[in-house]
Structures are given as structure tokens and as C-alpha cells.
């Protein structure tokens, strides 16, 4: 198709491309002021150490908080190890308030007393956490390796709730506990907390040695359950933390409910600063997107860092690549790296296997159509199926139980009728107006399957504008094959061909496209919902 200098039909729509990938700024940020802690807990992520010395100077400190500052004003957490045990804890959250960030604060509570408890109130910290692992004072101090534990941490919640401080509990879900977790959540409320959040066991630190009482797939998923059931009940808020299928989950389960629940945040509302100054996607994923402290720039590293982006693009492979619910949930890349080695491979405690679709391509000889066309409509899970004016004339969707499903079809075609189907599997979907199907059928709209090739901060920002065109019904970013570049596809219908020509050369123009092929609609073959 050739270029036009025509006026952009939708002018409407801002010039402004965003840096990044799926770019948001971060609402939550934990920073890791130390790893002092003078608890022993078997499953530290930070593998404390009561002697640590290497801690950040307060000037660093600084630094990093005003950083973050400049480019948010996200909620800051200091965590640790026991960030109390730093001398200057409450002149770094007088500082950080000072330049606009929430403060809340992640604590152990072994050293927690009134006196702090004040000092917390007047520098305006907005919340506190302790953690307790079980409802039995001798199985909490086991977890944490610590006699008396679980007291320290019963007084130290009650002081903050005497002080008018809000505060969460915390639970790590083992096999030691799962069971358990309602009478952690009763124990919860009888505190005074305002959440409860349990938080799944992440091979990490200390962690990684504890594979023995992680959760197998089949335990992971009576969890979610459990744990939906207390958010739906309980008065106080319910969270859960490191188990991003939580959010399909409970909605499945609570489809009428109002109460708000996340996959996986990382690279997206949630980032996690190390001890060293480290911008990582959570503290239980060691991989470092940059060093604040070297970059001297918090939002440099957030918006640019190729490993932030890989995960926002959500080009995911195995299961959680295929699978349906890949926006809501995420999977677990920190448990994906520890067991694989790739933090975009599966979340390996994950057992969903719900059924993954794909659209199919394939040039069909003139002679051949009414026969393959057939034997397409005849599977029952095709929903639409189209003639394009293509090389690659034949464009359907099918769903099957999973990727096996679509290969063994895709074979059973390619040699029936000696031609090759392609399989290209959505890896995101940007855009999909259900209710626009109707406006498939030529010659009352035009309307053309665009596919295009983009990388980069590129992809991200030309998908989304796309997206925003009342025009385009339809945009997903999908698997390529070697003869086949293009990685975006979007539907675009249009009142003329004159029009559909304006829309797709000001596009490509506008954001620099060079590989890109327009296959129209010539007839609907099929169109179901399934």
C-alpha cells in the first residue's frame, strides 16, 4: 500500500508516544535500608545477619529516596532485614515525607516499643507490618528461629494499635501452615489489623533450601481458594501476595464482588530497591535493571531497562505464554527464574491448564477452498474463519485444550491437503470489541486484518494508539514464524477503501513502520461466538 501525506483521520487522538512497554509508574516501591536483623527465619529472602555491616550510608539513602521522589510520589516502604535496627531509620522517613512520599514501614517488631510507636505517629508513617506464620506461639517461633517470637510480635501489634497505627499481618504459606491460614486471618482481626496478607513461599534467600515445605500445585490451588473465601467474608481486607493467579481465582469464585484483587505487580505498580541500590522487579527476583546510585536517575532505569520491559511485553513462554488469563495474572517470574533459570518461563507451581487459542493461516489453492473450508467449519472450536485478499488466503481461530491440541491439528491439516497451516498464538491482547463482529462482512464496511513488525519502545506505544481508534476493532501482539515478521495484528474497518488506506499510511508513518502487510476481508467464511 502506498504512503499518503492525507490529514490523520483521528487527530483526536494525542501525539504523545510513550518510552516504555506497558509503562506505569510505580504506586508501591520497597526499599531495603538493611539487612540487620537479629532474627534467624528459615525462609529470609534477605538471608539477614544480626551483624551486617555493609548498609548504605544515609547520604546514599537520600539519594536514592529523592530520586524516586522526582519521577513519583509512590508509596515508600522500608523494609529490610529489621529496618529499625538503623540508627537513622527516622531521619530517612522524616526525609522522605519531606519530599512527598507515604511512608510505611516493614517490621519484625522484635525491638518495637510505645516509645517508637510514637515517633512513627508524629513522622506521619501511614502503615506498619509485622508477620506472624501460624496462630501457635511454639510452630511462629520454629518459622523464625526465634523463642519468644510470637509474643514480641502479639505486644508489638497491640502498641501499634493503642499508638492509632494501622498495620497488616503477614503470613509465609508453607506446608506448615496452609491449613491454618483461617485461624492466622481470626487472630488477625482479634489484633486490629486492617489486612491480612499472606504471602507465598518464594525460593529466595534462605528460602531456597526449603523445598521440602513449599506448596505443590495441587496445595497452591486449595490455597487460592481458602484464601478467596477469607476475602470474601472478612471484615478486615485480605490480600495475597506472590500468588498472581489469586486474582483469577477469586473472581471466578466471586464474580458479583466489588473487592479488589492484582496478579503479579512487578515491573508495573510494584518495584523493589535493594540494599546496594538495586532496582529489581521484587526482592525474591535478584536482577538488577540498573543501580540508582551508578544512574544517578530512578525514572531512566524504570522506563529503559530491557529486563523491565521484557516483562511488561508479557512475552511469556510454556503455559503462562498460552495461557488466557496471561493479563490478569502474570505467573510468578521470581519462582519461574529459581526453578528454569528464565524469568519469563512458567510459574512452575501453577496447575491451570485451561484451553489456549490461536489464529491460523494458510494459502489455499482456488480448487481447494470449498474443501478446506469444510473441513475448518467442521471443528468445534472454531469461531471465525475468513477469505483474505492474501498469498495467505485462509485466516481462522481455533481454542483447543492446549498447545498439543493445536499442533496435532495443524499436522492433520498440513498433510491432508498438502499445504502448510501456521500457528500464530497471542502473546498479549491490547483490544477486543466482542460487539463489533457485525461490521466483518464486506461490501457494507471495509475492513482489512493489519499486520505489522515492531520492537522496542516502538511496539508498546504504536499497539496502544491503535487501540484508541474507534476504527479498530481488534489488536493483539502474537508469536512470528521465520517468513513471517509481523508481531501486531489489529482489525481495522472502515467506510471506504479511501478512508482504510488514510488510516493505515498516516499510521505507519507516524511511528515509523516498515514491514507491514494489509490482508482485506473478502468474506466471512464462519463467524460463531464460542
Not at 157 to 182: E, H, P
Not at 461 to 478: I, K, M
Amino acid at each position: 500500500m502506498s504512503k499518503k501525506n492525507n490529514i490523520n483521520p483521528c487527530q483526536s487522538v494525542s501525539d504523545k508516544v510513550s518510552v516504555s512497554p506497558c509503562l506505569k509508574k510505580p504506586r508501591i516501591i520497597a526499599f531495603e535500608v538493611t539487612r540487620r536483623c537479629k532474627m534467624n527465619c528459615i525462609h529470609c529472602r534477605a538471608s539477614a545477619d544480626p551483624e551486617f555491616k555493609d548498609d548504605l550510608t544515609t547520604e546514599q539513602c537520600k539519594r536514592i529516596i529523592k530520586s524516586i521522589a522526582d519521577y513519583n510520589r509512590s508509596v515508600l516502604i522500608f523494609t529490610g532485614g529489621e529496618p529499625l535496627e538503623r540508627d537513622d531509620i527516622f531521619e530517612l522517613i522524616d526525609y522522605a515525607v519531606s519530599v512527598g512520599l507515604p511512608v510505611s514501614v516493614a517490621t519484625c517488631g522484635y525491638n518495637f516499643n510505645q516509645d517508637i510507636a510514637q515517633k512513627l505517629v508524629q513522622a506521619q508513617v501511614i502503615s506498619l507490618s509485622f508477620s506472624l506464620d501460624s496462630a501457635n506461639a511454639v510452630m511462629h517461633d520454629n518459622f523464625r528461629q526465634t523463642p519468644g517470637a510470637f509474643e514480641k510480635t502479639l505486644a508489638a501489634a497491640d502498641i501499634a494499635r493503642q499508638a492509632g497505627l494501622k498495620f497488616q499481618i503477614n503470613t509465609t504459606v508453607t506446608k506448615l501452615n496452609f491449613k491454618n491460614l483461617t485461624e492466622i486471618a481470626e487472630l488477625s482481626e482479634k489484633l486490629g489489623a486492617y489486612c491480612f496478607n499472606p504471602f507465598m513461599l518464594v525460593p529466595a534467600g534462605r528460602g531456597v533450601e526449603l523445598a521440602d515445605i513449599a506448596l505443590t500445585g495441587k496445595e497452591y490451588e486449595q490455597t487460592l481458594k481458602t484464601v478467596a473465601k477469607l476475602k470474601a467474608e472478612s471484615d478486615i481486607d485480605v490480600r495475597f501476595t506472590c500468588a498472581p493467579r489469586f486474582a483469577v481465582v477469586f473472581h471466578s469464585l466471586y464474580p458479583d464482588s466489588k473487592k479488589k484483587t492484582f496478579g503479579c505487580l512487578a515491573a508495573g505498580d510494584f518495584v523493589f530497591i535493594s540494599y546496594e541500590g538495586d532496582v529489581q522487579t521484587c526482592g525474591f527476583l535478584k536482577i538488577s535493571a540498573g543501580n540508582i546510585l551508578k544512574a544517578g536517575d530512578f525514572g531512566s532505569i524504570w522506563e529503559k531497562s530491557d529486563f523491565l520491559n521484557s516483562i511488561r511485553r508479557k512475552n511469556f513462554v510454556g503455559k503462562c505464554g498460552e495461557c488466557i488469563y496471561i493479563e490478569t495474572c502474570g505467573g510468578c517470574r521470581a519462582r519461574a527464574f529459581a526453578q528454569t533459570g528464565d524469568y519469563l518461563a512458567s510459574d512452575p507451581i501453577c496447575s491451570y491448564t485451561g484451553p489456549v487459542s490461536t489464529l491460523i493461516a494458510a494459502h489455499i489453492e482456488t480448487g481447494q477452498l470449498a474443501a478446506v473450508t469444510d473441513a475448518v467449519n467442521s471443528l468445534p472450536n472454531v469461531s471465525h474463519n475468513y477469505l483474505r485478499d492474501h498469498y495467505y488466503n485462509l485466516w481462522f481461530t481455533l481454542k483447543a485444550k492446549n498447545s498439543d491440541g493445536i499442533n496435532k491439528i495443524i499436522k492433520e491439516f498440513s498433510g491432508k491437503f498438502k499445504t502448510e497451516f501456521f500457528s500464530f498464538p497471542a502473546t498479549r491482547r491490547y483490544k477486543l470489541d466482542s460487539s463489533a463482529v457485525r461490521r466483518h462482512n464486506p461490501p457494507d464496511i471495509i475492513n482489512t486484518l493489519f499486520c505489522y513488525e515492531a520492537q522496542g519502545n516502538v511496539l508498546q506505544s504504536s499497539a496502544e494508539f491503535l487501540s484508541s481508534l474507534d476504527q479498530v476493532s481488534h489488536c493483539f501482539q502474537r508469536k512470528t514464524q521465520p517468513h513471517w515478521p509481523y508481531n501486531i495484528y489489529a482489525m481495522i474497518h472502515s467506510q471506504s477503501s479511501e478512508q482504510l488506506a488514510e488510516i493505515v499510511n498516516d499510521f505507519v508513518e507516524r511511528f515509523g513502520i516498515e514491514k507491514f502487510e494489509t490482508l482485506g476481508t473478502v468474506k466471512s467464511l464462519k463467524t460463531k461466538h464460542l
